[in-house]
Structure formats: structure tokens, C-alpha cells
């Protein structure tokens, strides 16, 4: 997809401090983080937000889960908790349209909203 920053990403066009990669998944490091461990989780297929998910790629959303656990193990934060955030949409304050999990860890998280 042009002009999306994530799909450049994928494409190694734009440089990230990689997590995790393998063929349908990667996960990098946030470039502002707002927590001391701050990791995206993308699809490589372009899907524009969690609204714009088909049937058909339903099943890498699970996927996902599965590989936020295996990084939560692997960077040492499993056993203290983390916070996962999809962000959808105008309202939802979504700001790169290209389906993204933020993995939030490292610290307390203070403001709970639900
Ligand atoms: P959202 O507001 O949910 O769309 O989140 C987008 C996130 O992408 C923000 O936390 C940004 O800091 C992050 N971000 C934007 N550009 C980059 C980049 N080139 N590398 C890593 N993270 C990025
Ligand atoms: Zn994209």
C-alpha cells in the first residue's frame, strides 16, 4: 500500500528497531514510546483498522495474541503484566491507518478508562 508508513516498514523502505518477524507478523519498537517498553504488532497484509477486517482475516488477529505472548515471555515482561491497545478510527484516536496492536509495559499503568 503507498503512503502507508507501516507497509514501508514491511518493506524495509523506512528502518524499525525490530521485535519479532515472520511471515504474515512483525513487531517493532514504538518510535515515542509512552511506556519504558512500547512495541507495535502489525500484519504485513495492509489492513487499514481493526474496522476494516474481513472474515478471511480474522484468524491473524489471533495470531497476533498468540506472538504478543511469545514477545511478552521472550522481553521478560510476561510475568508482571502489560497492557495491549488497538486503537480504531477517528474516535478511537487511531493515527496510522494500518491495523496495530500497541503492547504497553514496564511500569504501572495509572489511567484505567475501563
Ligand atoms: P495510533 O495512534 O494508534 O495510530 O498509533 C500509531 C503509533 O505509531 C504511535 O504510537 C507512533 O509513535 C507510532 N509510529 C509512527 N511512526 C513510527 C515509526 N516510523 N516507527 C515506529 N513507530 C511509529
Ligand atoms: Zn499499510
Given at each position: 500500500m503507498e503512503d502507508c508508513i507501516f507497509c514501508k516498514i514491511i518493506e524495509g523502505q523506512i528502518p524499525c528497531n525490530k521485535v519479532y518477524e515472520d511471515e504474515e507478523i512483525l513487531a517493532f519498537h514504538d518510535?515515542?514510546?509512552?511506556?519504558?517498553i512500547h512495541i507495535l504488532v502489525i500484519p504485513k497484509?495492509?489492513?487499514?483498522?481493526l474496522a476494516h477486517l474481513s472474515k478471511e482475516d480474522e484468524p491473524i488477529v489471533g495470531k497476533i495474541y498468540g506472538v504478543i505472548n511469545k514477545i511478552a515471555q521472550e522481553q521478560g515482561f510476561k510475568q508482571d503484566g502489560y497492557r495491549v491497545i488497538v486503537n480504531c478510527g477517528k474516535n478511537g484516536g487511531q493515527e496510522v491507518m494500518h491495523l496495530h496492536f500497541h503492547i504497553l509495559a514496564g511500569k504501572q499503568l495509572g489511567e484505567k478508562i475501563v
Open positions: 518510535i515515542n514510546p509512552a511506556t519504558p497484509k495492509h489492513i487499514t483498522s
